[in-house]
């Protein structure tokens, strides 16, 4: 499905050299987005991810940073401030964690996973509003089912996510008056590579679980969050701001053990 209702504005997605970044990049270019393509390393994939918002009409810019260190955050905005001249939608997607109980989590692995997912939220925000003045901003962060559910080895990613989704509000709060909107959206179970890698050979049973315990029956898959980074996007959701979507199928509304006589 494609449309107008992005034309003429330009979006930053992290992470979008695969898995739901590059579904949403590619969704905002179907509804008339230019789009820049970030990456930490996957160059050829970023590259392969602008290719095809190029192949839809759109204009795409591929720019890599490492988002856990500020310096290459400012830098990559330089980038965009240089070569797209201002941004309309920032969407935080990009991830990265070590999956261990907290007994044996070290120092460097809060350290990282804190810097990745929320302190760069705090420095890209920074970064971005002041090329959003006099445009529509939207900012669309990326949190997940761990934040509300405990999963096993996700303490540290989950509780980076739900510092993400209280910091998306006071986005909101803050920059309201400026025209900007915040709002986060929280991922059920995805079928993506990364999914695939590491849930190894579990993603067999965890797929057929999901879609046992999900009202619409099935895993997600990236388009299905992608959609709704769309509408939150667009001026259709212009009045929305603050909130954390669920997108996952209803899978946050089973009932653990009474799922079995369901
Ligand atoms: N998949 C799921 O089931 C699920 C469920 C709930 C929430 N989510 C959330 O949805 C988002 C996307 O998930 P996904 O499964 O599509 O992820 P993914 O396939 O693992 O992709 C992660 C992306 O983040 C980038 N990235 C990783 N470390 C980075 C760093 N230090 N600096 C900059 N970029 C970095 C990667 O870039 P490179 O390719 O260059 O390494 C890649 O583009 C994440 O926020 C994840 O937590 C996913």
């Excluded at 590259?47 to 310096?71: H, I, K, N």
């Excluded at 965890?206 to 619409?216: F, G, K």
Aim: glycine letters at 10%; aromatic letters at 6%; proline letters at 3%.
């Amino acid at each position: 499905m494609t449309s107008t209702l992005l034309a003429g504005r330009a979006a930053l997605v992290t992470g979008s050299s695969r898995g739901i970044g590059r579904a949403t990049a590619l969704a905002l270019a179907d509804h008339g987005a230019d789009v820049v393509v970030h990456c930490r390393q996957a160059r050829e994939l970023a590259e392969e991810t602008a290719a095809a918002v190029r192949a839809r009409g759109r204009r795409a810019w591929v720019m890599s940073a490492d988002l856990e260190d500020p310096e290459q955050i400012a830098a990559l905005f330089a980038g965009v401030r240089e070569q797209v001249g201002g941004l309309d939608i920032y969407v935080a997607n990009a991830a990265a964690t070590a999956f261990k109980p907290t007994l044996a989590m070290q120092p460097h692995h809060f350290e990282r996973t804190f810097n990745l997912i929320v302190r760069s939220l705090m420095l890209a925000v920074q970064e971005a509003v002041p090329l959003m003045k006099g445009r529509p901003g939207r900012i669309i962060t990326v949190s997940g089912h761990g934040t509300r559910f405990t999963l096993a080895h996700y303490a540290a990613l989950g509780s980076a996510k739900g510092a993400v989704e209280t910091w998306t509000r006071y986005l909101a709060y803050e920059l309201g008056a400026l025209g900007i909107t915040a709002n986060c959206i929280s991922p059920g179970v995805i079928d993506t590579d990364s999914a695939r890698y590491y849930l190894k050979d579990t993603f067999d049973r965890l797929d057929q679980a999901v879609a046992r315990d999900t009202p619409l029956g099935r895993m997600g898959v990236p388009d299905d969050v992608a959609g709704a980074a769309v509408w939150l996007a667009s001026d259709l959701a212009q009045f929305v701001t603050g909130q954390v979507i669920q997108v996952d199928g209803g899978l946050s509304l089973a009932s653990g053990p009474f799922e079995e006589i369901r």
